[in-house]
């Protein structure tokens, strides 16, 4: 109970924040952008999505007579809600919970909505494109609509597999089933539309200045440190090492930037020490100080 306190606390203070509401916005957006591609693309054109959504729309095909497809989808998250009650912090919950609303009201909003694009290609592609971009921009910022994410780091979290293969067992059951259901041609399309979309939500998830993550060796770290990465305003942390061949002491600088951070790094690192060797790699998730904290990623915040 006094746990529930403090994550109803966290959440009531979060909505006195505009970094919280600038989220909700960005949220009712890409609901709103995702909805319309539901109802303008994938059901005129038989494609299936990803996740609980495209689980929905196979479900959908035997019962649109019933039961509109906004209220199929809310009565397909109340178990995993349910589940995720036990895993994450409040904050989160009810914030998908809130996003789950903003989700269905969007598509009752879009419901008979027309997008004219009959080439099932470019429907596709820009369907997977306008979807793919507004769902990875408030995932970004911490914004979530309950769905197959939740169980999916709930699965994480326990058995350690990865996210991304549920989700790929999930659309293998959805492209498999709009195949069957109406044609290969059909589900290739959903293919094609799944793929757009994931790539376009990462791009839209991490932005085009993908994050990375540098290793600095130089026999000036605190120059190197100072003229470089203190311009680019930037933390660092140091490593040290022992060189393989020289059999030397070293302390490796170690800092996580954008792409469009790199350039200027590789500039200021050859003007200090242009001796330095520079190792880059893409870095995926970063959870820390300047970008997503853990409680956006949905864990319960620790109290001392």
């Known amino acids: 109970m006094n746990q529930l306190k403090v994550d109803f606390k966290e959440f009531v203070q979060a909505l006195f924040t505009w970094k919280y509401w600038r989220m909700l916005l960005v949220l ?3 609901c709103l952008a995702f909805s319309s591609v539901v109802n303008g693309i994938l059901l005129p054109h038989h494609f299936f999505a990803g996740g609980l ?3 929905g729309l196979l479900f959908y095909e035997s019962i649109k007579e019933y039961i509109p497809f906004s209220l199929l989808y809310v009565l397909m998250n109340i178990p995993i809600f349910i589940i995720g009650f036990r895993e994450f912090s409040l904050k989160f919950i009810l914030t998908s919970l809130i996003g789950m609303g903003l989700y269905t009201i969007s598509l009752e909003l879009t419901d008979g909505l027309e997008i004219a694009i009959n080439d099932p290609m470019l429907a596709a592609i820009f369907g997977g494109v306008l979807a793919g971009f507004s769902t990875g921009i408030y995932l970004s910022l911490g914004g979530s609509v309950g769905g197959l994410d939740i169980i ?9 597999i990865p ?3 549920v989700f790929n067992m999930v659309n293998f059951v959805v492209i498999s089933s709009n195949a069957y259901l109406y044609d290969l041609e059909t589900a290739l399309f959903t293919g094609v539309f799944m793929y757009v979309f994931t790539w376009s939500m990462q791009k839209g998830q991490i932005g085009f200045s993908q994050r990375k993550s540098v290793f600095i060796i130089s026999s000036k770290p605190e120059e190197v440190a100072e003229n470089v990465l203190k311009k680019l305003d930037r933390g660092f942390t140091y490593l ?3 060189g393989g061949y020289a ?3 070293k302390r490796v600088i170690y800092t996580v930037i954008n792409l469009l951070e790199l350039g200027r790094l590789k500039e200021y690192l050859f003007e ?6 520079i190792s880059v790699q893409d870095t995926g998730d970063v959870i820390g100080k300047r970008f997503l904290t853990w409680e956006d990623e949905g864990f319960r915040k620790r109290t001392k």
């Open 152 to 160: 999916g780091t709930v699965i994480k979290k326990r058995f350690a």
């Open 240 to 242: 040290h090492a022992s």
């Open 53 to 55: 959504t495209g689980l």
């Open 272 to 277: 200090t020490d242009p001796d330095a060797f």
């Open 28 to 30: 009712a957006l890409g």
């Open 247 to 249: 059999k030397e002491e």
């Open 163 to 165: 996210i991304g293969t």
